[in-house]
């Protein structure tokens, strides 16, 4: 009996193996594969959404409308007035009963220059800061895109594993009702199919929270629905090249005869 929990044993392993590197036919024709492409969309998404880029970029206007504003002259101001007098006071014909004027501001040493150079450093500021903002946002996304894959490949590869070992399970109980096979291995195998249902139902969990933090970054409905998420291509391996290792061996020796000079 213990070469017949072996042989189960082998077979779950090869056939994890299969499933790992064969997904299903029609998970894969509805999946999407995690590319730049869609990434950008979901930044894009992210940009309208989210509340803390809309806020940011709020303050880009505001930056650059400010900057805008500053002016190389100041407005000139006009003055008309006019006055009245009693018995009492002077006489209109030596003080005049009509004022008026006009007052312009010179730009002396460049002040409104200099301020608009200020408001133009603040708002390329207000810029960095909302590219910095958007690359972090681009960064998460990412992460969590790539661990949503990775949690739907684990749960697939789960479900496939619970099923064999579902018709493991039978199998074993119906050779142990005919007496062929032994209690230990019954009860065995009983108990790898629970820890496998106890597995499963921890992947999924931790899927849902996938989904969480994905909606969460995206400012959608926490429970938004997602389509199967693929994993891109592994990348191709870089080959050896001579001049790659030799631009290396160049640091290296630069960096000894530095700590030499040292």
């Not at 929990?5 to 594969?33: D, E, I, K, R, W």
């Not at 950008?40 to 959404?49: F, S, Y």
């Not at 408001?119 to 790539?146: G, M, P, W, Y």
Request: net charge neutral; with cysteine; hydrophobic share 40%.
């Amino acid at each position: 009996m213990k070469i017949l929990t072996a042989l189960f044993a082998v077979c779950g392993s090869v056939g994890t193996a299969l499933a790992q590197n064969n997904p299903p036919a029609g998970a894969a024709a509805h999946a999407v594969v995690i590319s730049t492409d869609y990434i950008n969309r979901l930044v894009a998404e992210a940009r309208t959404n989210n509340p803390s880029l809309k806020a940011a970029d709020s303050r880009v206007r505001s930056a650059t409308l400010t900057a805008e504003a500053v002016r190389t002259w100041e407005d000139p101001m006009a003055m008309v007035g006019g006055s009245t007098f009693s018995a009492r006071g002077f006489d209109p014909a030596q003080e005049g009963d009509l004022a008026y004027g006009l007052e312009q501001k010179l730009p002396l040493w460049g002040r409104p220059k200099l301020a608009r150079h200020a408001a133009e450093a603040e708002a390329s500021t207000r810029r960095a800061d909302v590219n910095f903002r958007v690359q972090q946002l681009r960064r998460d996304i990412s992460k969590e895109l790539l661990a949503t894959a990775l949690a739907e490949r684990v749960v697939d590869i789960g479900e496939q594993d619970l099923s064999w070992l579902e018709a493991t399970v039978q199998a074993v109980e119906a050779k142990y009702r005919d007496g062929q096979a032994a209690l230990a291995d019954t009860l065995q195998i009983q108990n790898e199919l629970a820890e496998r249902n106890d597995r499963l139902r921890t992947d999924r969990h931790l899927l849902a929270h996938e989904y969480f933090n994905l909606n969460r970054l995206l400012n959608r409905a926490v429970d938004s629905p997602w389509p199967l998420l693929q994993l891109p291509a592994v990348a191709p391996a870089i080959p050896f090249s001579p001049k790659t290792a030799f631009s290396g061996a160049g640091q290296r020796t630069e960096t000894q005869s530095h700590g030499a000079g040292n």
